[in-house]
């Protein structure tokens, strides 16, 4: 037992002093994740406000100008410019200098006034769908809703001018928005982002630390000594396991501070399901380590591994928006059940029997791929 | 001889169809220096690599230090020190702390750490360099410390492999003669090189061709049987042309050209220096004639060329 610990400390020292010397890990680890998180957090922003609109007002009507104004109003979209006529609007479209050409043909004024169906057409360049839904909506929705007060207006005057009272139905929809209020995208990306941070991170490090003492030959080395694989291993992945703690704490700040975002969870629960990422993690790096014979490789097979992962990890997309036969994909994804515990334990509050299934499959992970990793590094170290 | 401490029997070791190291016995003695010379690819490393654990043999058997390599790997590893001609260290790291981290993993932790770390420096006379990182140390102090790291935790055997390749001459002798130290105080030490200068060093020496074991005796041994009888060298000029009719004197087994000189080796009891002398003086000039110690190189050509020979046949 002393012994085995003696061994554990000595990997584990040897690889703080290789780290602390080396000036580019030391900013990868530790300065990186500070600056990527803040700058990733603000860009990787899904709200979709200030959509540029280029209007074509054939009515020139008071009633025109005020419903224009009043669609502005709330900023999701933004009147950009003015074209004469239709053709010019859909030209500035396919410039990119708008996305959507709002059209109201003459007589619209008059239309309103005399209780007609008025019309507007609105041209919406499609290529980023999100953004084109998302002002089809607020286009919908202020007219719906205007639509409604003119009914209601007219339906009183004519209840007056009857003598009787009479009141259109009403169905309102009262939305209250639980956890995030504001519905602001970054509170909900920053777990996300520092979850993938994370395995950017501990991943390709314990990939290129296990690369590098092949190719350098310090591994022939140390497999003449008698040191049992599993403790090199975990004297090799200890120190980055809390290099990524402390990451983490330091994504929790930046989240906290910089976006605002909620500190609901249980720290209990973040810890533990951090560490059973990290294991995850950690023992994926060293799979492709094994798989791999320069650091070039690792670092290339890291990166192969970190792209699906991130695209499939609901984080960027939603997961029940992605197509039925590569969903079932997401489930062996660890940066899914990391980012559904961070999400729901931040900001829902979730506890422990709300995370209970993600936190188990993180650890069945861990275990798997580390069984694995061990396995294949015996194999292929003594080749 | 004492109790052999490194034992290979019938020692094999395939890799898919192809077999490295076919057939080999040899025994090595405490405190021996056994020294295991071959071309490249002749199965030296690959020998070694059994005999440190780091291969299961397809054949045989071995034991080092009493330990089956096979059934015990691990005991095996605990009792040796490897050193390899990669020097493998921590550049990044300074000499105290390669040593902190070779002695850590073999089980060594506090006081008895901090000895081993100190003696180790010691015997490889490191101490103007210990804060030094591995990386701007010369050649032949980074030799010394890679040494010194596989005999950090004082093993009763030390495998070299081509320890000395690509070191400054100087450095070569500084380090044989701390290997013959070792040696002296007790420690075994089997070494591989391709330096037949340093092979002379060796207490025995064992020849490995083709993965095949083909000769193992003392230096002095393996001379008379491969390179028998006397030479004489002759040194002047214009001596080739006379070559020919040397090597049809009476009892003259091989005429050679060493540098600038000539060889001519007789049978034992067939010497001749006088018909030498007047054979080149005839075509050149002689300067000097005298006798030579055949040297290890000599056997290593004569060896490699039976087995040649063998080959073709």
Sequence with gaps: MRRALAMLAAVAKKEVRQTVRDRRMMALLIVAPIIQLYVFGHAVDLEVDRVPVVVVDHDGSDASRTHLARLFADGTLVEVGRAPDAGTAERALERGEAAVALVIPPGFGDDVARGRTARVQAVLDGSDPNRASVAAAAIGAYFATEGASLARARLAERAAVAGASARAPDVRVETRVLFNPRLDTAVYMVPGVAAMLLMLITTIVSAMGLAREREVGTLEQILVTPVPAAILILGKVLPFAAVGLFDFGIALAVGAFVFDMPLHGDVGVLVLSTVLYLGVTLGVGLLIATHSGTQQQAFLGGFLFMLPAALLSGIMTPIRSMPEWLQPLTLVNPLRHYAEVLRGSLLRGAGLEALAEPLAILAVMGLVVFGYASLRFRAAMMK | ?313
């Design chain 2, 1 to 313: 001889m004492s109790a052999p401490v490194i034992e290979a029997r019938a020692l094999r070791k395939e890799f898919g169809g192809f077999v490295a190291v076919d057939d080999v016995t040899f025994e090595v003695g405490r405190g021996e220096i056994f020294g295991y010379l071959g071309a490249n690819g002749a199965g030296k490393s690959t020998t070694i690599r059994m005999l440190c654990g780091l291969m299961a043999p397809s054949g045989g058997a071995a034991t080092v230090a009493g330990h089956d390599v096979a059934l015990a790997p691990m005991r095996v590893k605990g009792a040796i020190g490897y050193m390899s001609q990669r020097f493998s260290l921590y550049r990044d790291l300074d000499a105290d702390h390669n040593l902190e981290f070779f002695g850590g993993i073999y089980g060594l932790s506090g006081k008895a750490l901090t000895r081993a770390i100190e003696r180790a420096i010691e015997r490889t006379g490191l101490s103007a360099h210990r804060r030094e990182v591995a990386s701007s140390l010369p050649g032949g102090i980074r030799q010394r410390l890679a040494l010194a790291c596989a005999l950090v935790h004082e093993p009763a055997i030390v495998f070299l492999d081509e320890p000395t390749a690509g070191v400054d001459p100087a450095s070569r002798r500084d380090f044989w003669s701390l290997i013959r130290e070792l040696a002296r105080a007790g420690t075994t030490v089997f070494v591989t090189t391709h330096y037949m200068d340093e092979a002379e060093y060796c207490a025995r020496i064992g020849l490995m061709v083709d993965g095949r074991l083909v000769a193992l005796d003392t230096p002095r041994a393996l001379k008379a049987r491969y390179v028998p009888g006397t030479s004489l060298a002759i040194s002047g000029r214009g001596l080739d042309g006379a070559m020919a009719e040397a090597a049809a004197l009476p009892g003259v087994l091989a005429v050679e050209p060493f540098g600038a000189r000539v060889h001519v080796r007789f049978r034992e009891g067939a010497l001749d220096e006088a018909a030498v002398r007047t054979i080149f003086s005839r075509e050149g000039r002689v300067d000097r004639v005298e006798p030579v110690e055949a040297s290890l190189e000599d056997v290593f050509l004569a060896v490699a060329g039976e087995g040649a020979k063998e080959a073709a046949a």
